[in-house]
C-alpha cells in the first residue's frame, strides 16, 4: 500500500535535506529510494528534492522560500471570442444542436450553404476561426448554451401472431448494410401517457446503409393506415426498397403486407421478440428525429394528424440533407471495457451520393433538391410547426380538463 500525501510530505521534507548536500553519485541513490517510497515520476522526483525548501532573498528584509507546487498562473488570450461563439450558436441551432464531433466535418459546407441562401453574415477573421475550429472547441464553447436546451415512452407493440412463423427472425448484425434499399420500420405512439381509446402513430422507416429516414403519421395502429403509409413511403425513398425488417406487431405482421412484398421481391424479415437491439437503427431514430421533433403529448385529432404531417414533410429535407451521422464500423470488448469505433460523419444525402447502387439519374435529382433547400428556413418551418402543434395540444387539455 503506497504512502499517504502527508507521509509522502514527511518523507519529501528529510530526504530533500540529504539530497540536496550529497554528491552526484550519492543523489543517483537518494532519487532511487524516494522514487520506490512515493512512487512519483523520476524527473518530477529529482525537481522536488532539488528546489525543496530553497531560498532566495529577495532584499535585506526579504527571503522567498521556493514552493515546487505552485507555478506560475498563464495568461490565456482567446482565440475564439464572442463573435464565433454567437454564429456557432446560430448554425448549431440550425442543424439540431448536434454534437461537435458531428458537426465539425459538415461545418464548411453548412456555413457555404447559410451564405448561398444570405442566413448568415461573416466578417472575415469570424469565417476563418470556424473553419479551424475542433470539435472539442465547438462542444466548449456550446457547453452553457446546451444547458438551455437540456423525456422516455412506454412500448405498445402488441404481438402478431399470424405468419410468424413464415417471417424469418433477422437480428441487427445480420443485415448487409453495404447497398441502400434494406429499411427497418417501426411505429412511434403519441398517447401522451394514456393508452386509452385512438391516437396518432409515426411510422418510421430508416434505412441501414445510408441512415435515410422517412416518417408519416397515420391516425392509428391499423393495419390498413400503416400499409398505406408504407406505401407511400417507398414512393418517397430515393433508391429500391429492397428488404423490410419490423417487430412482431399485429400491423406489419399480416398477410396482406407479407402479399405485397412477395409481389414486390422484398424481403420480409422480423426482430425477436423483445429484443429492441435487433431493430436498433429504427429505434435510435425513433428518439433522436421523431422524439425530439414533436415530444410526448397526446395527439388523437384530424387536425393534430395533419399538422404532424405538415410536419414532417420539411423534417425530413432537413434530416436527410443536412444532419450528419456517425456509423459504428467496429467493436472490440477487451475485457470489461468497450471499444467503439465511428466512420467519418457524413449526412444520409452525401451516403447515397457515395454509394455505387444509386443510378446517377438519381443522385442528379437530389443534388437538385440540396441546392435549393435553405436548412435555416426549414428550421423555422419546424420550430412554428412544433410551436403550433403544441399550442393546440396544450388547448385541447384544457377544454378536456373543464369539460371533466
Not at 45 to 57: D, E, F, H, I, P
Not at 65 to 71: A, E, N, P, T
Not at 77 to 84: A, H, L, N, R, S
Not at 289 to 313: F, H, I, P, S, W
Request: hydrophobic share 30%; glycine share 6%; aromatic share 8%.
Amino acid at each position: 500500500m503506497g504512502l499517504t500525501m502527508k507521509e509522502k510530505k514527511s518523507v519529501t521534507r528529510e530526504i530533500s535535506k540529504a539530497y540536496q548536500k550529497a554528491r552526484k553519485k550519492g543523489k543517483k541513490g537518494i532519487l532511487d529510494e524516494f522514487v520506490r517510497l512515493t512512487g512519483y515520476n523520476r524527473c518530477y522526483a529529482s525537481t522536488v528534492l532539488k528546489n525543496y525548501g530553497m531560498k532566495t532573498r529577495i532584499s535585506s528584509r526579504v527571503v522567498l522560500v521556493v514552493d515546487h507546487r505552485l507555478k506560475a498562473k498563464r495568461n490565456y488570450t482567446k482565440t475564439y471570442g464572442d463573435e464565433v461563439r454567437e454564429a456557432l450558436i446560430t448554425i448549431w441551432l440550425i442543424v439540431d444542436c448536434i454534437c461537435g464531433k458531428r458537426l465539425k466535418p459538415v461545418l464548411r459546407e453548412i456555413v457555404e450553404h447559410l451564405q448561398r441562401h444570405k442566413e448568415i453574415v461573416l466578417d472575415e477573421e469570424t469565417h476563418r476561426k470556424l473553419l479551424r475550429i475542433s470539435a472539442s472547441t465547438i462542444d466548449r464553447l456550446l457547453k452553457q448554451e446546451r444547458k438551455k436546451y437540456t423525456v422516455k415512452g412506454r412500448s405498445l407493440t402488441k404481438p402478431g401472431t399470424l405468419l410468424k412463423s413464415q417471417i424469418p427472425i433477422r437480428t441487427f448484425s445480420e443485415w448487409d448494410d453495404s447497398r441502400p434499399g434494406f429499411v427497418e420500420i417501426d411505429l412511434v405512439g403519441h398517447d401522451g401517457g394514456n393508452s386509452k381509446g385512438e391516437f396518432a402513430q409515426t411510422l418510421d422507416v430508416t434505412d441501414v446503409c445510408t441512415g435515410w429516414t422517412e416518417i408519416q403519421a397515420v391516425r392509428n395502429k391499423a393495419q390498413r393506415w400503416v400499409f398505406e403509409a408504407l406505401k407511400d413511403i417507398r414512393n418517397r425513398i430515393p433508391f429500391a426498397m429492397k428488404g423490410i425488417d419490423s417487430d412482431n406487431g399485429g400491423e406489419f405482421i399480416n398477410n396482406q403486407l407479407y402479399r405485397y412484398c412477395k409481389e414486390h421481391n422484398i424481403t420480409f424479415t422480423r426482430a425477436r421478440s423483445c429484443r429492441k437491439n435487433d431493430n436498433c437503427f429504427v429505434e435510435q431514430k425513433n428518439y433522436s428525429v421523431v422524439r425530439r421533433a414533436v415530444g410526448y403529448l397526446r395527439y388523437d385529432t384530424e387536425q393534430e394528424l395533419k399538422m404532424l404531417n405538415e410536419l414532417y414533410n420539411s423534417l425530413r429535407l432537413h434530416t436527410n440533407f443536412f444532419l450528419p451521422s456517425m456509423k459504428l464500423v467496429e467493436k472490440t470488448r477487451i475485457g470489461s471495457k468497450i471499444i467503439k469505433k465511428y466512420d467519418y460523419p457524413k449526412t444520409p444525402y452525401q451516403r447515397v451520393l457515395d454509394s455505387a447502387h444509386v443510378s446517377n439519374d438519381i443522385k442528379e435529382n437530389l443534388k437538385k433538391i440540396y441546392a435549393t433547400a435553405n436548412p435555416a428556413a426549414l428550421k423555422r418551418t419546424i420550430t412554428r410547426l412544433q410551436q403550433k402543434l403544441l399550442q393546440t395540444a396544450k388547448r385541447k387539455g384544457t377544454k378536456q380538463q373543464k369539460a371533466a
